[in-house]
Structure formats: structure tokens, C-alpha cells
Nanobody, 115 residues
Framework: QVHLVESGGGVVQPGGSLRLSCAAS????????MGWYRQAPGKQRELVVT???????NSADSVKGRFTISRDNAKNMVYLQMNSLKPEDTAVYYC?????????WGQGTQVTVSS
């Protein structure tokens, strides 16, 4: 069982930056992949970016070059650095752990990009 808690969301102007954090209650060292997903109002939850235990990343085309994921296995933390934010990035962002077929989700953190 892995309990995930996101933090760092908020309101930011277009072009701004935010850093989301995800704290895991257990070791993430051997977890196959950690990731961030988002869900905008009226839309399905979608992949933002994932990172495997070996450090391989997979990003949605819409965030490539703007968002960067990292994981600190020693601290059981995952981060999402979001730069050049756009209004269409507005959503609830969820941390996810894919523990070899067992999936865990955080409660989400709201990100609003608005002038």
C-alpha cells in the first residue's frame, strides 16, 4: 500500500511556473513508474508525464519542453516542474504510482492558470 499526497498547486499567470510535489508513504525505490496525470473540468483524466525506476520519462506532447518530472528515491518524493504555463494547463493534478500492476492515486492538487 502506498499513500500519496500532492502539494504545490495554486493560481499562476500565463507564462508562470509552479512546482508540484508528491510525497509517498512508502519507499518508491522499486516502484515501476511514478507519474502525474491531470483532469480538467468536463474532461477525462489524462497522462501528463511518467518516470520509470530507471529514469526513463514519457510525456504528453502538450507539455514536452515545458514540464519536467523528477523522483528522489531517498526521500520518497516525486516532483513536477511546470514552466511556461498556459490556461489550458488548468486542471486537478494527480500523483500516481504504478507498482507493477497495482495503481495508487493521490487526492489531487488544483492548478489554475489565469490572468
Amino acid at each position: 500500500q502506498v499513500h500519496l499526497v500532492e502539494s504545490g498547486g495554486g493560481v499562476v499567470q500565463p507564462g508562470g511556473s509552479l512546482r508540484l510535489s508528491c510525497a509517498a508513504s512508502a519507499s518508491i525505490f522499486s516502484i515501476r513508474a511514478m507519474g502525474w496525470y491531470r483532469q480538467a473540468p468536463g474532461k477525462q483524466r489524462e497522462l501528463v508525464v511518467t518516470i520509470t525506476a530507471s529514469g526513463r520519462t514519457n510525456s504528453a506532447d502538450s507539455v514536452k519542453g515545458r514540464f519536467t518530472i523528477s523522483r528522489d528515491n531517498a526521500k520518497n518524493m516525486v516532483y513536477l516542474q511546470m514552466n511556461s504555463l498556459k490556461p489550458e494547463d488548468t486542471a486537478v493534478y494527480y500523483c500516481n504510482a504504478d507498482n507493477w500492476g497495482q495503481f495508487y492515486w493521490g487526492q489531487g492538487t488544483q492548478v489554475t492558470v489565469s490572468s
